[in-house]
């Protein structure tokens, strides 16, 4: 299997409600650096798993929805905790959306599966991963 | 797939017999940057994976009963190379222990699988990886 | 010239005044995986630069007062930009009133210099550095 | 299942064939820090995946066809886009010839799997994972 | 002193002239990821060393100017040898150029100094580092 | 200035002396990544630093010294606390041995100073720098 992942990064402010998470019930904040694995079994014609220039375009897209915002404030995430694993979800069935959209070219329709991984610290990270299909 | 990520390290010494080991035959010793991931298929009704303060405190109390040892004198692991390779297995199984004796709380008994790997340079590290109840 | 280094991190909400912020003028977040590296000319008796153990427990300290807060509502910081290279300058203010309050111990005194660096992302941080009666 | 990863790196030139690759079109090069991760169910009697020592030869040989070169000459590759993702198939296959001619010892022949990843920024990677008998 | 520093990546092939370049006198090539720091004494009015935006504008257009190109064909380095601490320089000059020219706005006057590190592996980096003025 | 810096590792056994260790006052280990700067104004005619050749080869024969020992059986080193700022300050005075005795070639008379790092894990680190006389 062949794979090929991308880098980038956005930054909120949110609140999590639940006494599992202590001090975190406050509103606070995150840097997300995010890591996408696009995944297929055989290269294109041209050699690649799928327009990097295009899938990145489209993570950026991707981001640009909850980058600089107070996720606490969106009204497609009223009443669940946007934590890490529950974000990685997110942004797996958005770029899953776009690739069904066609944003990432016609070779993207390969695509088997995807991983993303949301890097919060040095210390923490937590990632989803599934068939495309899935998203 | 959902999982979660913690990082922590330890630091101790140790020896290895046979001549596949060369120099490292000698009593010398390592830091281990610790990674273990936690996995399950969905996310608790709070969004997460697992109580990740609680997965912290089981993996420091792991640690803590090899941190700043000589691996070569205890007696739990006489009779075995205690290589990156084996220790990860070793944390593993300990960890698997913690989580069956309800450590990381009963939310924990739906992790499905777990990854343990150790950093042991910036050009080496190994892991071992299986089911929960394997452990 | 000896350095001791030790990491550290804080997750907060906040937001900025002034166009020249663009979109984080918005209330956002960020991660911040501090680094704080502490001077001196020689060697304490024991051969240390300073006592790493009461070092981590004054930055903890130091970063437990902003951890998991909306900045924007701390009286101490009413009227500033938040920004990294601000919270660089302060976490080096209070690091240094710690040391003048003995808290890193006697050899601390000896110490000359500091510098803070914050991570805010895998592109761009902030620091600030300087003697360490600046603070 | 267990995995010992080791990495290495090398730099060469190359251009791209294809509206795809953009401005990548024109001759120009890339660093690749290639992580190479060896997979198997058990340990040696020893206590290890594979003799690291052994492997580490084996994948700087793989390496030093390539290092230091414009790969558009080499014969090997001509009519091929050496992409992150095909070299990462290549690397993978010339590993898995050397474990069959038994450069990796004869313990290596329980590998079940490998995977190699090339790393080429901070912002981008790509891998080739599978069993070591489809090399 | 303050500093505030940003990450971005270019990749190039060239060779070397000189016996001292062993088998990188042939063409091959390298991917740098260079960090550019800058300085100054206090802060802006708006808390920041430097519009983090307009650096990041400046220092895309001075790798443009480098990225995806074979540098023995670049006329304005013409019998130079490309080395890691050579582009480090000339990077440094190109940022200084922009600085003066008031790319980076009216409160860069006030910047000090600049250090720019060329990340070649993850193993070799270079870097320069002087006054502004001196670019 | 300019710098070139090289990174290469090694782990050791050994204990410390002293109540400030904790711990750390049994026999442990640790894996040391460590990182060389040498800086000099200008560039040698090749556009160079150093030999970086022949720096890898000295600052490996340096940490050979070291590597895979119990360093309280180390005569040289009898009767000190081996800390991560010792063995920095350790490995600065051995390198410029080697520099003086010319093991880095004629050029490397013109290096002004040295930073040694020593990374002990992903949240310490410690260094020594100064003029390559001082050594």
Redesign the interface.
Known sequence: ?????????F????S???E?????Q????????VDVEFRRLD?TP????V???RAGIALKAVLDEL????LDEDLALAG???????L??LIFDRMGARIAAGELGPGAAELTSMKVTLN???????????PVEMA
Chains 1, 2, 3, 4, 5, 6 share one sequence.
Do not use: C
């Not at 599992?20 to 975190?24: D, L, M, S, T, Y």
């Not at 041209?46 to 798993?49: D, P």
């Not at 980058?67 to 107070?70: G, T």
């Open positions: 299997m062949y794979s090929v992942s991308v880098r980038e990064h930054m909120i402010a949110h999590f409600q639940g599992v998470f202590g001090p975190a406050r509103l606070h904040g995150a840097t997300y650096v290269l041209e050699g690649i798993v327009d990097i220039g980058n600089y915002r107070n669940k905790n946007t934590t890490t694993e529950f990685a979800r919060e610290s040095h210390v923490a990270w937590a990632a989803f991963e599934g």
